[in-house]
């Protein structure tokens, strides 16, 4: 991770630095040419104005008036006739003006003059030249001078500042990138570290994550597969605990009976009655087995329903005389009442599978004589299937578990029945794969209503 925030810092440094290094070298330049400029400028229109003086008033005491001024200041003056022979100079400048005026060429000068030496870089002056002229006639010239050491100060001062400026930004820049490419790197970081975690096995991945950014939202994903996983880890614990728990029963029957069983000197009807409980307890396993299967299936999301459209009435129908006679062998009553036959979209097998539980567990836990009656109401978007029956009901405690795997009320009063308190969970999926919901209401003593809402096709 210190790669990442590296490669990125990096990345940002080199691009941030590029840009600065473009914009300082272009500002450098245009300041240094605006100032040079500005300097080239005011000499030329110095020069003018001794030029204007002079062709007023073009005299002895004027052109000396016009050098002593220059001697003051930091600029000088050589004045030349139309030929250029210098007439009058400021100190000083003699010798440059000697070098540079006879090269000068100013033949095609304008009034308005122009420079005449422009090398401020390597020349110890820069020099402009404004024209004479009186009465139509190029009379003489003006030459003006200034030092290039004080250019040459101000630049250099210049690119003094631009350096501070400049080593200042980049360090700048260097502290921002630095701090900016933690900022993004750190929330990584963590959730890398809590994904190492998780994928050791240890779930108690806890991110601190603020706002609704990308980031934050792969730290909530995060956040959500841990609980996910801790949450499936956990119920597969408490699964397979219960299996095994729900095997070894059966089978610590089955051995302790056929145990007895293989003894020699036992009676044969003892014998017969021994391995009747055997058989029992081996059904017992092989329909637990089975429904395991079933759960396991449609765990997996590859449970598919093959949904048809279903007159409800009719199917329910055929159910309820299948299931009447178990019914009549324990005198009890079915009874069924569809009021319009609606059609859902179910699948039909399944469905008959949740039917045949929720009939099941009527009849198995009501008193005999009772009676369980099965209920089709239509709503509005729903169809409602209510089975009811007066038997032994689900204390309070239990009602909210009776959808889990393996819940059952009374564990002993269920081995007999030979339940193994996964018919419900079944149910639950189906319905539920259905688009539709179940839920139980029951009082204790006195009986359950099982209610089923559908979807309307
Ligand atoms: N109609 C009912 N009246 C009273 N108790 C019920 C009723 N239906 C379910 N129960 C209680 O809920 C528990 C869970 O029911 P479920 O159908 O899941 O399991 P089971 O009937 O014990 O076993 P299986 O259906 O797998 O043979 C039952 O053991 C029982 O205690
Ligand atoms: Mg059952």
Not at 99 to 104: R, T
Not at 133 to 144: I, L, S
Not at 272 to 301: G, P
Not at 340 to 356: G, H, K, S
């Amino acid at each position: 991770m210190r790669k990442l925030s590296f490669k990125l810092g990096l990345l940002f440094f080199v691009f941030v630095l590029g840009i600065e290094t473009v914009l300082f070298a272009s500002l450098y330049v245009t300041l240094v040419n605006a100032r040079i400029n500005e300097e080239f400028e005011q000499l030329l229109a110095r020069g003018n104005n001794h030029r204007d003086v002079l062709e007023k008033s073009y005299h002895l005491s004027t052109l000396e008036h016009v050098v002593m001024m220059e001697s003051e200041a930091e600029t000088d003056v050589v004045i030349t006739d139309a030929n250029g022979n210098i007439l009058y100079f400021s100190d000083r400048i003699l010798p440059f003006a000697k070098k540079l005026i006879p090269h000068a060429d100013v033949r095609h000068i304008s009034h308005s003059g122009m420079v005449v030496q422009n090398n401020w870089k390597k020349q110890p002056y820069i020099a402009t030249a404004s024209p004479i002229r009186m009465e139509g006639k190029t009379k003489g010239y003006v030459y003006m001078f200034q030092r290039t050491a004080s250019i040459q100060n101000m630049i250099s001062k210049l690119k003094h500042h631009f350096l501070v400026v400049g080593v200042v930004s980049v360090f700048l820049t260097i502290m921002t990138i630095f701090f900016l490419s933690r900022v993004i790197t750190i929330p990584l970081i963590r959730m890398k570290q809590a994904t190492e975690k998780l994928s050791k096995g240890d779930f108690s991945v806890r991110l601190q994550v603020k706002g609704e950014d990308e980031l934050a939202q792969l730290g909530k994903a995060i956040q959500t597969l841990a609980a996910d996983l801790e949450y499936l880890k956990k119920e597969r614990n408490e699964f397979l605990a219960s299996i095994s728990h729900e095997l070894r029963t059966p089978l610590t029957y089955v051995k302790g009976y056929a145990d007895i069983a293989r003894r020699p000197n036992i009676a044969e009807e003892e014998r017969a009655n021994y391995l009747s409980i055997i058989y029992e307890e081996a059904e017992r396993m092989q329909k637990l087995v089975k429904d395991l299967f079933e759960l396991a299936k449609m765990d997996r999301h590859s449970f598919q329903i093959e949904k048809e459209p279903t007159p409800l009435c009719l199917f329910l129908k055929k159910i309820y005389e299948k299931m009447a006679p178990a019914f009549q062998a324990k005198q009890m009553v079915l009874i069924y009442r569809c009021e319009e036959n609606v059609t859902v979209y179910i699948d039909r097998q399944r469905f008959e599978q949740v039917m045949t539980n929720l009939l099941d567990n009527a009849l198995k836990y009501s008193h005999e004589c009772s009676t369980v009656s099965m209920h089709v109401k239509r709503e509005k978007k729903n169809v409602i299937i209510m089975i009811s029956d007066e038997g032994i009901g689900i204390p309070e405690a239990d009602l909210p578990h009776i959808f889990e795997r393996f819940h059952r009320v009374d564990k002993s009063r269920s081995r007999i029945g030979g339940g193994t308190g996964l018919g419900l969970a079944i149910v639950k999926e189906i319905v539920e794969a259905h688009g539709g919901s179940i839920s139980a209401t029951s009082q204790f003593g006195k009986g359950t209503t099982m209610l089923i809402t559908l979807p309307r096709g």
